[in-house]
């Protein structure tokens, strides 16, 4: 018991037996809510969203975001922060790469790791592109990722639509 008539339960008791069948059934449901954890991370990266900038619209992904903190900049130039901003990334080029119907790069070739690739390899430079974004990152640490394939944005806001229905007009 803990102070304040508080009971601590235990969490063993909780865990199942290590068996070929709870391993199978645990991996089945996982294969079953995939599409609904893919559209949680859509909803995630959308509501971690600034609403402090204009181009930041807290009805759906516009055709740029803008973030923050995921650089930083000293006397030798920019670099990459390893951080939430970072995760955010990687998951916002996962969901597009999947919703292109293409295979996810694993972290050692996502867009954070070229990123931060680049940034190493060209300190002074404030700008990378590859076939998804264009980002231009600035000295107080903000970036703005512009979407190059506008198609795939649309599927992201259709997501956001049937999570948020009626937050998005018709198109």
């Not at 300190?123 to 795939?152: C, W």
Request: proline share 4%.
């Amino acid at each position: 018991s803990a102070p304040g008539g508080l009971t601590y339960c235990r969490l063993i008791d909780d865990i199942p037996a290590v068996s070929k069948a709870n391993i199978l059934s645990t991996f089945e449901q996982l294969h079953q809510s995939k599409g609904e954890v893919f559209e949680r991370g859509v909803i995630n990266v959308f509501k971690g969203l600034s609403w402090d900038f204009k181009s930041n619209t807290p009805c759906k992904f516009g055709k740029k975001i803008i973030v923050t903190g995921l650089v930083k900049h000293d006397r030798w130039g920019f670099g990459f922060n390893w951080g939430w901003q970072r995760d955010q990334l990687a998951d916002l080029e996962r969901m597009l790469v999947l919703l292109d119907g293409k295979p996810v790069p694993d972290n050692r070739t996502d867009i954070a790791r070229r990123l931060s690739d680049h940034i190493h390899e060209n300190r002074h430079s404030n700008r990378y592109e590859d076939e998804m974004f264009v980002i231009k990152y600035f000295q107080k640490g903000t970036a703005h990722i512009v979407f190059k394939r506008p198609e795939l944005v649309d599927k992201l806001n259709d997501i956001i639509a049937r999570h948020y229905p009626g937050a998005l007009s018709a198109r």
